[in-house]
């Protein structure tokens, strides 16, 4: 039975390797990011905690596939794919397991704004969507707990990590309003950058577009592993955005904060005057959104990494 178990898992988890999208690639990246900041004593911490998750939830098999290497690349590679697990749950052939963990609106709070004159509104009396602030609040609160046993921090743990990621999506704060949208725009979502009137499969979205922004822009090179691909790009944006350069704006545990730095992302660079609906981004705008992006995975990385380690650092 275990052994079933362990197969049927690991065809979930690699397949969608091999088909690499931004919810991949780019929780990877902060994964990684994560665990460049976290001390020897936080990463044995949260190892034997994801190790002790429920059997239900499959977190703590996925740690055997990293077979026979050292414990030191079979902890990296774990972690980094730790943060994904909120989404390999949405695959719906394990029923018991959907229903019991997959939680859609986890991953956003979405914030109603429209645009007047070039100038941002908020909708004031439109409550956000979403609830991706106050589980990040309410996660961090339960790996504090010592009372909490480990069994049951492993998945508040990895939603963290995953929620933590997400929120840096600047479109997982925003719901634009707007004259064909006056419910919002679901994050982008009924934004479309595909020529007007494309067959629904080649449609394509402005929350897609910002999504998969990583292997668009650095494609996966099949010829090497898909851990050493995440490995160089993490690796890039770390030198790039330097943490000693980011730590003074990490603003630990404000979550708020978090959010209102993406919305503004979203606001001011996502939605900028040269975006037009039904036509793709210009050269210059696809430049500037991998830069945003790059940026934004870097901060959550180190983000998540100095939230651990000060829980779990000594
Ligand atoms: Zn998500």
Known sequence: MRKKLLIAVAFCVLLPGQMLGWDDVGHKITGYIAWQRLSPAARERVIKILRSAPEDSHLAVYYQFYGVRSDAEKQLDYFMLVPTWADIIRERSFPVRYEKYHKSDWHYTSVFWRDVSGKAELIADRKPDGQAIEKLAEF??????????????AVPLAWFLHIGGDIHQPLHTSSRVTDVEPNGDVGGNTFLISPQGAPRAEQQNLHWFWDSIVPR?????????????????AEMMMSRYPFDAEKAGLSLSNYAAWKDESLRLAQNEVFRSDLKRFETPSADYRRNAFRVAESRLTRAGYRMGETLNGIFGN
């Open 140 to 153: 961090e609160k339960v790996l504090r707990d010592p009372a909490v046993a480990d069994k049951d921090k």
């Open 217 to 233: 822009n650095i494609p996966y090179d099949f010829g090497i592993c898909e851990g050493c691909y995440v490995k160089v790009v």
